[in-house]
């Protein structure tokens, strides 16, 4: 018979396994090994913070392609000759925006809301309405500095996720020695599917809505995926217009264009980050880069610096695949010519695929190409265990926020393939972010070489922290001082890399102590 004590009560429901208990397992994992502090554990368990809001902004009417069966009612629709052709915009969709008075002065032929253009395709006009978007922001932990991370817009974001990257943030910051928190938020949004202006609208609409949660000593955002430096000018626009003194509010966003107050190699800096650490993996074997051959995985901000950097280091990159295709050359792929194919205003998808440099294949073919390293820098859980059965290399940087799922980490162990884990990898990016905000508050500019030389110093010093507390092999050298962190036991790197952080923050709660 049950105890009073437990009568009526309902049973313990059985936790859930979600991206973010996922990501949480490596936490748990290192807090371990060190018996990090219990009070610290429950303080960074879960975030600080969780907001959920919703953002509006008015569309602009489009032009909506029809399907080719549903065209033929259309075929005898006279063409609309468009007088003021820069007044459309087109979209990676297919789909036209009408920009201003994009069809004013035009011979419009329209029949029950359809038109035919000059490139043959039959449209449907649809008017611009208001639209709702979800918006995040997570603040998971503060207790090295302000909340730091970047703003993604992209259609798969939940708030589940941007705990995760929330989480990730707060162990990077700490690994990097900068003095920040971590945070993570975006839209619910495929950015491609809409125009400059209404992306515009929407991201001032955010800001507005995100103002009372942040500031450049309080929450700092920056780029991440679907957004750029363009978008950081309108949010700090947003944030400091009519304020009295904008200019000592230029730190609230990071990844800025350097002429508004951004730094010199921010936005190379997370592939400049990924490829340091690959460069120092080899020197520690006694060997060099040159020679070398990857593939690469996202051919983003940083999936392009990174390969651009590795082949003028004499790498050779054999393949590439992004949200839209898979490219391979065994004899290397030109990476400075594949960067000019995507960034080529005609190229409304930024896309690797149909690049004349090299050959098609399918994303599954990717992983069965053999080659010394693998830099995957797309987004999170790509790599699972059946991939990493796959894999042909023997290195892993992880350009991306956690590219290979815990079932997948076993499985590299098991098979010997090394890994830079993304927390160190990927921490070019806040690192030169810090950099950045510093030059903001001091109102200085440093040159490309300074920003590059200070980030090549913190990424391999925090590296090889990691590879000695991985090895258990504590000491001091010129560069780094492991001494303080290795346990007793060797560990994976990734678990190393954890370790690394929990001890630098649990060092500010053991030594600041609890607020009442």
Same mark, same amino acid.
């Given at each position: 018979? &049950? ?45 600080? !913070? ?36 820069? =007044? ?105 599917? !809409? ?102 995985? =996202? ?23 992004? &949200? ?172 190393? &890399? ?19």
């Amino acid at each position: 018979m &049950a105890s009073e004590e437990n009568f009526m009560r309902a049973p313990a429901p059985t936790p859930k396994r979600t991206v973010y208990t996922e990501a949480m397992e490596i936490f748990h994992r290192a807090a371990d090994l060190i018996k990090l502090d219990k009070r610290v554990r429950l303080e960074l368990e879960e975030p600080d !913070y969780e907001h959920i809001f919703y953002v509006t902004a008015k569309l602009k009417d489009r032009l909506v392609p029809l399907i080719p069966e549903r065209a033929k009612q259309f075929s005898d629709l006279p063409e609309t000759q468009v007088r003021n052709k820069d =007044g459309l915009e087109l979209l990676a969709n297919g789909s036209i925006i009408l920009n201003g008075r994009a069809l004013l002065g035009s011979d419009v032929a329209i029949r029950q809301g359809h038109l035919r253009l000059p490139d043959g395709k039959v449209y449907q006009l649809v008017p611009g309405e208001s639209q709702r978007f979800k918006a995040y922001r997570v603040q998971h932990n503060q207790a090295r500095g302000p909340y730091k991370g970047g703003l993604r817009y992209h259609r798969e974001v939940s708030l589940d996720l941007f705990k995760a990257l929330a989480a990730e943030m707060t162990w990077k910051t700490a690994i990097s020695e900068v003095p920040f928190g971590g945070g993570k938020g975006g839209i619910q949004i495929d950015p491609r599917e !809409y125009g400059k202006e209404e992306l515009e609208a929407i991201t001032l609409r955010f800001m507005y809505r995100l103002k009372s949660l942040i500031g450049p000593n309080i929450d700092i955002p920056a780029p991440d995926v679907g957004t750029n430096p363009e978008i950081m000018a309108l949010l700090y626009r947003q944030f400091s217009d009519g304020e009295r003194e904008r200019h000592n509010l230029r730190g609230i966003v990071t990844g800025k264009d350097v002429r508004i107050g951004g730094s010199e190699g921010r936005g190379k800096a997370t592939g400049q980050g990924v490829a340091f650490c690959i460069e120092d993996y080899y020197a520690d074997r006694g060997e060099s880069v040159k020679g070398k051959t990857f593939v690469l995985q =996202g051919f983003g901000n940083v999936g392009s610096h990174a390969a651009n950097i590795l082949a003028g280091a004499g790498a050779r990159l054999l393949a590439v695949n992004d &949200a839209d295709g898979t490219i391979y050359n065994g004899d290397g792929i030109d990476v400075q010519a594949l960067m000019a194919y995507v960034q080529d205003p005609k190229n409304l998808k930024r896309s690797v695929l149909g690049f004349p440099g090299a050959q098609k294949i399918e994303k599954k073919d990717l992983w069965d190409v053999q080659a010394d390293i693998l830099v995957p820098a797309a987004l999170g859980g790509e790599i699972t265990a059946d991939i990493a059965e796959r894999l042909k290399v023997k290195l892993i940087a992880e350009g991306a926020n956690g590219p290979t799922t815990p079932e997948a980490d076993r499985v590299l162990q098991k098979r010997g393939i090394e890994l830079i884990p993304d927390i160190i990898a990927n921490a070019g990016g806040v690192t030169v972010s810090y950099y950045e905000w510093i030059q903001n508050k001091r109102m200085e500019r440093w040159s490309e070489a300074e920003v590059d030389q200070r980030l090549e110093r913190a990424m391999k010093r925090n590296y090889r922290i990691i590879r000695d507390i991985s090895r258990n092999q504590p000491r001091k050298t010129d560069m780094h001082d492991s001494r303080q962190y290795c346990i007793g036991e060797p560990v994976d790197t990734r678990c190393a &890399a954890m370790i690394l952080a929990l001890k630098r923050i649990e060092a500010h709660y053991l030594l600041e102590g609890f607020s009442q």
